[in-house]
């Protein structure tokens, strides 16, 4: 199979190799797309430990089942694999699994390229009518899907006003599941004025260049991460109000403790998104709930060095990028 192989710090290149082979309930899939996350531009820039090179990146996968039970459906791949056993995953918990795994971290590898393989209980069914391109977007959707989800439950229902710190698919993901929980007003922050620009035309959601003086909102969904989001974060959210934090920008620093302790201000850390939450989030998708969603850009697989140039230039002007082998 051909495959963009992530080879060294800013190097991915093109290589043949072979086709990937399914063990014990798992299913071979053709990759149909595959959408470039911001963890997969972090390890193309040689920040994340986690992604050792060489290594076959993405795992935002729609595709079609070669094998096993599905063979023949159109699915899009839920990333981790999970035990199934553990307190978390009992719970329903299971992306606090300890034994999970994600496609695009060793020992599995990811979706830029023709196949992967997959548990046949990670794989959702999508209707012929959805497109993959589309369809490979429940991944990052889902983070911002768990995001609002727990945030309603701190509430006790829904927010009246969120700000949204980034722009990005995961940002914007969550303005979508937001608006879906019941929020209205709802204010996206995007310093890129190129994605800014392209954010205005795909919603009717107010995008900002600086969050907006005054808002006090309810809920903040940092889908940046970094120390300057945080404090921007913990400075606005009104009290009693709630901060998600999804963005992985930085490890550190950033949180007025003060204000968030004195306000009473909850903070919840989330990671990625319960099994439960990928499938509900690809059947909004799929039933128009979360709108057209039909904002990505595509390229070709061969295309993804220079698309992850662009990225990191600031050249890209959708919130998501999607390969297409």
């Known amino acids: 199979m051909k495959a963009l192989v992530y080879t060294g710090e800013r190097r991915l290149e093109m290589r043949e190799l072979p086709d ?34 060489p290594l076959i990146l993405g795992h935002e996968v729609a595709g079609t089942v070669m094998s096993g039970a599905m063979q023949g ?10 035990c199934g056993n553990c307190p978390a995953c009992l719970a329903g918990r299971d992306n606090l699994c300890p034994e999970r795994q994600i ?22 069914t999508i209707p012929d009518s959805l497109p993959a391109s589309i369809a490979c977007m429940a991944e990052p959707l889902a983070c911002g899907w768990h995001g609002i989800r727990l945030a309603s439950r701190a509430l006790e229902g829904a927010a009246e006003r969120a700000l949204i710190l980034g722009g990005g698919a995961i940002g914007f993901g969550a303005a979508l599941a937001a608006r879906a929980f019941g929020t ?19 919603d009717n959601f107010r995008i900002t260049e600086s969050a907006p003086a005054g808002l006090n909102p309810d809920l903040v969904v940092d889908a940046a991460g970094f ?17 998600v934090h999804i963005g992985l920008g930085e490890a550190m620093a950033g949180l007025n403790i003060r204000r968030m302790t004195l306000q009473e ?22 039933e128009g709930s979360l709108g057209p969603c039909n904002w990505a850009e595509t390229r070709a697989l061969h295309e ?3 698309a992850f140039s662009d990225i990191i230039s600031g050249r890209i002007a959708a919130p998501k990028l999607v390969l297409l082998p």
């Open 73 to 82: 459906q159109r699915v899009t791949v839920n990333p981790l694999a999970t």
């Open 265 to 286: 201000i909850s903070f919840i850390g989330t990671y990625t998104y319960t099994s439960r939450d990928f499938t509900d989030c690809a059947k909004a998708i799929s």
């Open 184 to 202: 209205r007003d709802i204010t996206i922050v995007e310093p890129n004025p190129t994605r800014r620009s392209r954010l205005s035309t795909l």
């Open 20 to 53: 990937p082979v399914p063990g014990p309930g798992e299913a071979l899939i053709r990759v149909d797309a595959s959408g470039i996350c911001g963890s997969d531009i972090h390890a193309w820039l040689g920040h994340d430990e986690r992604r050792p090179a």
């Open 227 to 243: 120390a300057a989001t945080r404090l921007i974060a913990s400075d606005l959210v009104r009290p009693g109000g709630v901060i």
């Open 103 to 124: 496609i695009s971290m060793p020992p599995r590898e990811g979706g830029f390229a023709e196949f992967i393989t997959s548990p046949e209980r990670n794989l959702v």
């Open 304 to 306: 993804g060095a220079a």
